[in-house]
């Protein structure tokens, strides 16, 4: 009797103790051109099957609850004993689309045998949401709860799942385009929930830092076209904002930057002397004109120059590394009746006044880590196989020197604030005395002594370091962070850094020494 007690507690505390313990769930994704990557889910008690697009420019997790001509099936709430509703409306706006419903709550079931209890948006109006014929009939949002609609009280499902301490607050994708044979237009991905990679990934990550936890917002610093920068201010780039958004097939533009670039593209493909008739033509450019893929697929895609877009390293702006966006990622196979091969390429870069919107455009050249507890975004080369052997793969470039960039684009603030006027009389008194505050903390730290206070010291000791920044040689191993050691916020950080606290150390041992004497 007494065993079997210690064994039902024993394996209680193990039950306990793997709960508490965040896993890591691999889930797979499929989709179709121009509808981009959706996850196959369950609702409800009994389980109803959906499909919802990932998307990380949204917060909710929404579903059809009634019929729609563009979609197959729906869920429905009558079904399900699981689900409470309230009385709340909620109503959610795409740069393309809406919809209008209520706030409900029900189980969720991922295929990998992770499951929650999580708010559900029931979808009962739409407008231009749901796309003819989608696979989908949803949508699971997986961006801070700031975007979360009616409020941020309707806690987004991912942030449900961290709660709960069922994954870690990390997530990773790899978007791998199109698969199978010539033809095909099925698009397969993975999604991995509580971790930075999936299975069959096992390169460096190169990380940039989330600049806003609303969308995963980023700072772009340039953006070439066959290895030539445009030239403009980046502030331009990222005016309201860039940010990385698995719900959007395009890469999107601010309307200046759009007009640049297709002017630089024309410029190089008129350079390259090719017969491109289809490309002539200004519909082309605006998506209005799609180009069939018969006969001369291979020059049309060697007429388009890589596309090259600059971000800073995480906690060190003063080093760039840069994706390449070869053209057969921005030149999007779709299929189409007026071609011979079935297939058209579709110009997938579009002007946007949201700002710069990173889409699968981009993530399907990488794998993608979403590390919010970290508050950064990782890139790597992807794991997925090249369509054809004639076509380019992306690549992670750098890092390199800031001063690679021409004078005039640091881009350190992105988000510039109001003007400044006329200085007032209170303002020019704070000034002064925030001046003689500095000027009397450096007499007070230039002491000997310090008076003690070995933070002071190390502050002064760390800004004169004898090594200086131009004397170090970095590498990619030095500025990238392994996927595979386990997560460490300090242990990746710059090497500047970690010189700076090998400093601070020395000057503080050396001071205590000399006080000592």
Not at 58 to 77: D, E, G, L, M, Y
Not at 280 to 288: H, I, N, P, R, Y
Not at 291 to 315: R, V
Request: proline content about 5%.
């Amino acid at each position: 009797m007494l065993f079997s007690t210690f064994l039902a507690l024993g394996l209680l505390s193990l039950e306990l103790a793997q709960a508490a313990v965040p896993g890591v769930f691999v889930e797979d994704l499929y989709g179709y051109p121009e509808q981009g990557y959706a996850i196959q889910l369950a609702v409800g008690k009994p389980r109803q099957q959906i499909s919802a697009i990932i998307d990380t420019g949204s917060s909710n997790f929404a579903v059809a609850a009634v019929k729609n001509v563009n979609i197959s099936r729906h869920f429905q709430k009558a079904s399900s004993s699981s689900a409470q509703c309230s009385s709340r409306s909620v109503e959610a706006l795409y740069q393309f689309g809406s919809w209008h419903g209520s706030v409900c709550q029900d189980e969720v079931y991922f295929g990998d045998g992770l499951a929650d209890y999580v708010y559900l948006s029931l979808i009962e109006r739409s407008q231009n949401f749901f796309i003819r014929n989608a696979s989908w009939q949803g949508i699971l949002g997986l961006a801070y709860a700031s975007l979360a609609r009616p409020d941020s009280s309707v806690t987004p499902v991912l942030d449900s799942l961290v709660a709960s301490g069922r994954i870690a607050d990390v997530f990773s994708m790899s978007l791998c385009g199109r698969v199978g044979e010539s033809g095909s237009f099925s698009y397969k991905g993975t999604l991995t929930l509580g971790h930075m990679k999936n299975a069959s990934h096992h390169s460096s990550l190169i990380f940039t830092d989330i600049v806003k936890e609303n969308f995963y917002s980023v700072v772009l610093s340039d953006i070439q076209v066959a290895g030539k920068s445009m030239g403009m201010d980046c502030q331009r780039y990222n005016t309201p904002r860039a940010f990385v958004d698995s719900g959007t097939t395009f890469l999107s533009l601010p309307p200046e930057v759009f007009v640049q670039l297709v002017a630089n593209l024309r410029t190089h493909i008129n350079k390259s002397r090719q017969a491109l008739p289809c490309v002539q033509q200004s519909k082309f450019w605006t998506g209005a004109l799609r180009c069939p893929a018969d006969d001369d697929d291979e020059a049309l895609l060697a007429a388009f120059p890589t596309i090259t877009l600059s971000l800073p390293i995480a906690n060190n702006r003063s080093f760039l590394f840069s994706l390449d966006i070869p053209s057969h990622l921005y030149l999007q196979g779709v299929p189409c009746q007026e071609a011979r091969s079935g297939m058209c390429y579709l110009f997938s870069i579009q002007e946007s006044s949201g700002g710069t919107v990173l889409g699968t455009v981009l993530m399907e050249g990488y794998h993608v880590v979403f590390d919010r507890r970290g508050k950064r975004l990782g890139f790597a080369n992807s794991p997925c196989r090249v369509e054809s052997a004639h076509l380019s793969k992306p690549h992670v470039r750098g890092p390199y020197r800031r001063d690679n960039l021409p004078p005039g684009r640091n881009c350190q603030n992105p988000h510039p604030g109001p003007p400044v006027g006329k200085p007032s009389a209170v303002n020019s008194v704070v000034v002064f005395v925030a001046v003689a505050v500095c000027i009397m903390l450096f007499v007070l730290c230039s002491w000997d002594s310090c008076f003690g206070n070995q933070r002071c010291c190390c502050k002064i000791s760390t800004r004169s370091a004898q090594v200086q920044p131009n004397e170090l040689e970095f590498t990619a191993d030095s500025l990238a962070s392994d996927v595979d050691d386990p997560y460490d916020p300090y242990s990746d950080r710059h090497p500047l850094v970690q010189m700076e606290d090998q400093v601070c150390a020395e000057d503080s041992l050396a001071s205590a020494a000399k006080t000592e004497e």
